[in-house]
């Protein structure tokens, strides 16, 4: 079997060499004649098409140690999958030994110490069910088919990073099988230099086996989800945005979406497809409280459709997902903003109303609170000055709609990108994103990383990544 090498010509491997790694795997190693090739090769976004040379479906630390020495020893190209929700497809690679992470799923919860303690191959919704057992949450991100490692790595903001910051802030320890194939602890007292350049710095360091999160009290119920409108209210929603947002108790976090309606049962039939500004809440506090908190919200006008209410904290966290499946294509801009002002919000109708596929969306996040309370050393990821996150998420079916929508995204990005902080989102940068957009991601932070990468990973072997270059 030909596997691509770390110096770049591919090498030969004999079978009898892949069965000696078979016999020490407690895992499977899958090839591409194999059923499930297909479906551990493939990522969220359909327009990655990678197809490595043979994969491993790690089953623990042991098989994760056996697979970097095994890459190791006969130079092997790496690729590390997580959730696979990365858009820019840094999962995969073609002709690499990929390490598909995705049967490591076990969740341990001590309640005691507030800390959760999650395989890698997690998703955001393993961890959330798992920690709502014991009324507590950890901060993670809005979908919940994400893999918890990719977004922490890179930061990862969800509807509680207003209250407690990134989920990279959150993260107490993480066990790594380094670039040499041992396991080490990384926190604040254990290896800190690596534990830092980890917390936003993405998986440049080592492979992480097991994340300990923070966690904290979160009643099974929130006052969450979404309230539609026509497009043309959406002066009146997004100047209610603004306001609401400008002062909103950091147990509140507002979203905005302008799209197409999609053909969500709580719109009727008449309204898919047809242009629509859409507010999402979720408030983490008292629910009693976020019902009155929210009432400004569903009373603005005549709302097409509005499920802001009670529910499951779990149930909000998976309410988008159906909207971002597996499979679609994607292409994605992204910034920083400081604030939603005025001649952003004329923007972000102008480019909302000549989305050109019924998926796409302008998303305004706001993020504003204890992140910004840090100081940007604290960890990578930096940008402590991001109030909003923009998103322009094009999103499509077919191969010749390609250009199209990657041309709105631009495009619209072109024109907004004079609001921005001068930031953007490590983990929301396309394939075609290069130096300067991962120097505006983690500008700061990039000689403090260049130097754990030399310490910790000098010949590169963790590459398929935003990768950082080895100080010299
Ligand atoms: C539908 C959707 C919704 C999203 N929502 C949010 C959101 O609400 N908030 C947010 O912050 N982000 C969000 N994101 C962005 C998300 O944070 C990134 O896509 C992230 O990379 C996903 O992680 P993953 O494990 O699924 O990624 P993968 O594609 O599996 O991996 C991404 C990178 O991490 C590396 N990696 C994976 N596992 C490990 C490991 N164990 N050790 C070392 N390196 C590893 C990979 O090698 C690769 O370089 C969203 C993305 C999508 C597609």
Redesign the pocket.
Do not use: R
């Given at each position: 079997m030909k596997v691509k090498t770390l110096r770049g010509p591919e090498v030969d491997l004999p079978s009898e060499v892949l069965d000696g790694l078979k016999l020490q795997l407690s895992g499977s190693a899958i090839f591409a004649s194999d059923a499930e090739y297909e479906e551990s090769r493939t990522?969220?976004n359909g327009m990655i098409n990678h197809k490595p040379a043979f994969l491993v479906r790690c089953i623990g630390v042991s098989d994760v140690i056996t697979c970097v020495q095994f890459a190791r020893k006969h130079d092997l190209l790496l690729?590390?999958?997580?959730?696979?929700?990365?858009?820019a497809g840094?999962?995969t690679a073609d002709g690499a030994m990929m390490l598909d992470?995705s049967l490591m799923r076990g969740v341990w919860v001590d309640p005691q110490e507030k800390v959760a303690h999650a395989q890698?191959g997690c998703l955001l919704g393993d961890v959330d069910s798992e920690t709502q057992v014991h009324n507590l949450a950890a901060v993670l991100?809005?979908?919940s088919r994400?893999?918890?490692?990719?977004?922490t790595?890179?930061?990862?903001?969800?509807y509680l990073t207003r209250r407690w910051g990134w989920?990279s802030d959150n993260v107490v320890g993480m066990d790594v099988v380094t670039a040499e194939g041992k396991l080490v602890h990384a926190s604040e007292k254990e290896n800190a230099d690596l534990f830092w350049g980890l917390r936003g710095g993405?998986?440049n360091f080592?492979?992480?086996?097991r994340f300990d999160y923070r966690l904290y009290p979160m009643g099974s119920e929130i006052v969450g989800g979404p309230v539609a409108w026509p497009a043309s209210e959406a002066p009146r929603v997004l100047k209610l945005y603004r306001e609401l947002t400008e002062n909103a108790p950091p147990e509140l976090t507002l979203a905005i979406l302008m799209r197409p309606a999609p053909p969500a049962p709580w719109l009727s039939k008449e309204h898919h497809g047809k242009p629509v500004v859409i507010m999402i809440a979720c408030y983490s506090g008292d629910p009693e409280l976020g019902v009155e908190i929210v009432a400004p919200i569903k009373s603005l006008g005549n709302p097409i459709g509005d499920v802001m209410t009670r529910r499951p904290y779990t149930q909000l966290q998976s309410l988008l997902d159906a909207t971002?499946p597996k499979g679609r294509r994607y292409y994605w801009k992204s910034e920083y903003l400081p604030a939603v002002e005025d001649g952003l919000c004329q923007k972000v109708m102008k480019h909302a109303s000549n989305i050109p596929s019924p998926h796409s969306a302008v998303i305004l996040f706001h993020i504003a609170g204890a992140l910004n309370g840090l100081k940007d050393e604290h960890s990578p990821v930096g940008n402590r000055d991001a109030r909003y996150v923009l998103n322009l998420a094009g999103s499509w079916e077919n191969e010749d709609e390609d250009q199209v929508n990657i041309d709105w995204a631009r495009c619209a990005w072109g024109d907004m990108k004079s609001f921005s902080t001068g930031g953007t989102y490590i983990?929301?940068l396309v394939e075609d994103e290069g130096p300067e957009r991962i120097e505006a991601a983690l500008g700061k932070g990039l000689k403090r990383l260049s130097e754990i990468k030399a310490k910790w990973d000098p010949d590169n072997v963790f590459r398929?990544?935003r990768n950082i270059k080895a100080a010299k």
């Open positions: 990522v969220w690729c590390i999958k997580g959730g696979g929700h990365n858009i840094l999962a992470m890698a991100g809005f979908v994400t893999g918890i490692a990719g977004l790595l890179g930061g990862g903001f969800g989920a993405g998986g080592g492979i992480v086996t971002q983990n929301f398929i990544n």
